[in-house]
T-cell receptor, first 107, second 114 residues
Framework: KNEVEQSPQNLTAQEGEFITINCSYS?????LHWLQQHPGGGIVSLFM?????KKHGRLIATINIQEKHSSLHITASHPRDSAVYIC?????????WGAGTKLIIKP | DSGVTQTPKHLITATGQRVTLRCSPR?????VYWYQQSLDQGLQFLIH???????AKGNILERFSAQQFPDLHSELNLSSLELGDSALYFC?????????????FGSGTRLTVV
């Protein structure tokens, strides 16, 4: 069993829809990171969570440490949100990468 | 510009050769991480340095080595290159190595072994 499970693996939605990406992990962590990778390859850090909820613009990330689960939400999705979203818990001085969710937002 | 500088951006070399990838972390960051992203695999953690010392090692081949210098820049050395080493190599930096600070990623070095 993988240490990090993300779902869905692929998601296609219409512009304006509310998007949810889920992440479950099995290891002990100091924090959990959500990252975004664009088709060109660049990786951007979206959130670092150690508890609760964070919001940045149209993006919201939550974490439940007891249940070892995190979610990333995108409100009012836009085609420019199309990217791969990666959940990466931090454990033992390293990020443990999820397989990523490929999100396509159609206009 | 993220603040993390990776050079070169692209590298094409032949099998059996040796290359050096360089990473300059964001100003103030003491931790440097190296990751490999192949086409058929996700991101693989290679190695983590904090303030010049190795902190953690991942799936790094014996043909690969790295170090972090006193000025905090890091180099990843890949030797006896094979076709399967073709990948995008990312460097990331952080203030500390605890994971409780944000990460800043470089734009990567795309290595092609022919």
């Amino acid at each position: 069993k993988n240490e990090v499970e993300q779902s869905p693996q692929n998601l296609t939605a219409q512009e304006g829809e509310f998007i949810t990406i889920n992440c479950s992990y099995s290891v002990g962590i100091s924090a959990l990171h959500w990252l975004q990778q664009h088709p060109g390859g660049g990786i951007v850090s979206l959130f670092m969570l150690s508890s609760g909820k964070k919001k940045h613009g149209r993006l919201i990330a939550t974490i439940n440490i007891q249940e070892k689960h995190s979610s990333l939400h995108i409100t009012a999705s836009h085609p420019r949100d199309s990217a791969v979203y990666i959940c990466a818990p931090h454990s033992n001085y390293q990020l443990i990468w999820g397989a990523g969710t490929k999100l396509i937002i159609k206009p | 510009d993220s603040g993390v500088t990776q050079t070169p951006k692209h590298l094409i070399t032949a099998t059996g050769q040796r290359v050096t990838l360089r990473c300059s972390p964001r100003s103030g960051d003491l931790s440097v991480y190296w990751y490999q992203q192949s086409l058929d695999q996700g991101l693989q953690f290679l190695i983590h340095y904090y303030n010049g010392e190795e902190r953690a090692k991942g799936n790094i081949l014996e043909r690969f080595s790295a170090q972090q210098f006193p000025d905090l820049h890091s180099e990843l050395n890949l030797s006896s290159l094979e076709l399967g080493d073709s990948a995008l190599y990312f460097c990331a930096s952080s203030v500390a190595g605890t994971g409780t600070y944000g990460y800043t990623f470089g734009s990567g070095t795309r290595l092609t072994v022919v």
